[in-house]
């Protein structure tokens, strides 16, 4: 299990999640966990998923969820699930 | 499992509080290198730098990438060079030739500083020694990346007067040398009492002997994020207060500690330490004074700065302590003047002056660090506020350190530009009475009774 942390900030339309889902599908990367809130009309959303399977590296995931991030006028990161732990779990 | 506003958080300091590691520095031996034939010596220090640091930038960078965080510098530090080059070295101009190597050594592996070029005097200075404390202002002119850094005084030794006389006169001729850069050299030499062997700050850090072969160091950074935190309990009381900061110093050095032990896995080097100093930058939301006006100083400067400063100093490390088992380096809060906007403002406004900052470093991790003073400042009036300095860290036990800039061709009121993250300052003015005589007398001070403390 590699598990890595999406996170999504942006104006709220439809189909935001529908686009990261769908490059997820084509490229073998597992959901495990998904949560978002709505504010005024900005979307938090944040992703656990599980890149065990993902052919490609760290670094062209990135600049894919830039693109895709580009498309649906959102911000996409993604980051090593540790960094969260680390500072949140004793 | 993690929660949605616990990723925020983590993100929010990142992107909007200047959260970052401030650095990763590997420390490298040079003992192994030592040699009496100059370019032999040369060749093994640039060959040993360049094989243990060869993915150093690339592996900092990649940390960056997959955890989201910057890693902001990626440096080298070794063993004192006043060691290395003693039996190689025959004059100051042969130490000026490791210099140059070292630069060299800098831009092949892509670091952006490489400290090291030391000497331990704190009891007295070798032939090397002195040698290479003479070469310095050539050695920091003709170089762009190498951190000089002298110990002049300790707890265990007392001070070295002679060395700290001919540093005075040092200062001033690297400010000199470097006149046409509102005298720059100076930001890369930094005189200490009590150093330690392990710290990955600039300008000081340098690889101690009694150290392993090559080690990883990081130090963290966070001002902005303990601000932020600080300003959602205005008002409330010490103990709020002090429970705040701890919280965030906690969580600012468990990323510093994740980051040092990935880089230390990746490049296969032990882990060493982490440094949790709060360094500030000069950009905006990434200062030591904004934190101490949030706390409820009109002013970084005014009455009560030096309380404020040491409740900061002492709840990082409290917070710290918890966040990591192998905590060294300077680990306080830095006070640069230069470096921190905010700082820099209340010395142009006059809230902050030269001996206020004095009394500072009484509480803080470092010193008189960043501080622009008058060009004409005489050389033995720089060797009295070193001084002053040593004594301060020699009596308390603990690290001080002093980084005057003397502004050739300026005076008190005008301003000094640096660039980059040595930002820029206001001249402040010195106190104009001299200690010539004082300084003149040479020989140590003694070092301090360690009982009957009261």
């Known amino acids: ?90 | 499992m993690l929660e949605l506003n616990e990723v925020f958080e983590t993100n929010a300091m990142i992107s909007g509080e200047n959260l970052d590691v401030r650095t990763i520095t590997m420390g490298i031996s040079l003992l192994d290198c030592c040699d009496s034939n100059l370019n032999a010596l040369c060749d093994k220090i640039y060959n040993k730098i360049t094989t243990c640091a060869e993915n150093l930038v690339t592996v900092g960078d990649e940390i960056g990438l997959e955890y989201g965080i910057p890693v902001v510098n990626k440096r080298v530090s070794v063993t004192p060079i006043a060691i290395i080059g003693s039996s190689a070295c025959k004059t100051s101009d042969d130490f000026v030739m490791i210099a140059q190597t070292l630069e060299k050594a800098a831009l092949k592996v892509g670091v952006n500083f490489i400290g090291g070029y030391s000497a331990l005097v704190q009891k007295g200075m070798t032939k090397a020694d002195e040698m290479l404390i003479r070469s310095i202002p050539r050695a920091l002119a003709c170089t762009d990346h190498i951190c000089s850094s002298i110990s002049l005084a300790s707890t265990k030794t007392g001070i070295d007067m002679d060395a700290v006389k001919l540093m005075g006169t040092i200062i001033k001729e690297t400010a000199v040398e470097t006149k046409d850069n509102d005298s720059i050299g100076c930001a890369k030499l930094v005189v200490f009492c009590n150093p330690t062997d392990d710290n990955p700050f600039m300008a000081g850090a340098f690889h101690g002997i009694t150290e392993t072969d090559c080690v990883i160091n990081v130090g963290v950074s966070g001002p902005g994020v303990v601000k932020t935190a600080i300003s959602k309990v205005k008002g409330e009381n010490f103990e709020v207060l002090c429970e705040t900061i701890k919280k965030t110093a906690f969580k600012v050095t468990r990323v510093g500690q994740l980051v040092a032990k990935e880089a230390s896995k990746r490049l296969d080097v032990p882990f060493g330490i982490i440094d949790l100093s709060l360094a500030p930058t000069p950009a905006v939301g990434d200062s030591i004074a904004d934190i101490i006006q949030e706390m409820g100083m009109e002013r970084v400067g005014a009455p009560g700065t030096t309380a404020a400063l040491a409740i900061l100093n002492d709840q990082v490390k409290k917070g710290g302590i918890m966040a990591s088992s192998y905590v060294g380096g300077l680990s306080g809060a830095f006070i640069p003047v230069s470096e921190d906007s905010s700082m820099a403002e209340a010395a142009e406004i006059g809230a902050l002056t030269l001996e206020k900052l004095e009394a500072m470093t009484c509480v803080c991790s470092v010193g008189l660090d960043m501080i622009a003073i008058p060009g004409d400042t005489p050389d033995s009036t720089i060797s009295g506020i070193i001084a002053d300095e040593m004594a301060i860290g020699m009596v308390n036990q603990k690290t001080t350190a002093v980084r005057l800039i003397p502004v050739i061709g300026k005076k008190a009121g005008d301003h000094a530009e640096f660039g980059g993250l040595l930002g820029s300052a206001v001249i402040m003015p010195v106190n104009k009475y001299g200690c010539l005589d004082f300084i003149d007398r040479g020989g140590r001070i003694p070092a301090p009774v360690h009982s009957f403390k009261n």
């Not at chain 1, 590296?57 to 090593?80: R, W, Y």
């Open chain 1, 1 to 90: 299990m590699n598990r890595t942390i999406i996170t999504l900030v942006g104006k709220d339309h439809t189909g935001i999640i529908a686009a990261v889902c769908n490059y997820f599908a084509e490229n073998n990367i597992n959901i495990l966990d998904i949560s978002q809130t709505t504010v005024q009309e900005y979307i938090n959303m944040m992703m656990i998923v599980d890149l065990s399977e993902f052919k490609k590296s760290f670094q062209e995931l990135a600049e894919d969820l830039n693109k895709v991030g580009e498309k649906v006028g959102c911000s996409i990161k993604a980051q090593h699930e540790e960094i969260f732990d680390m500072m949140h779990r004793i």
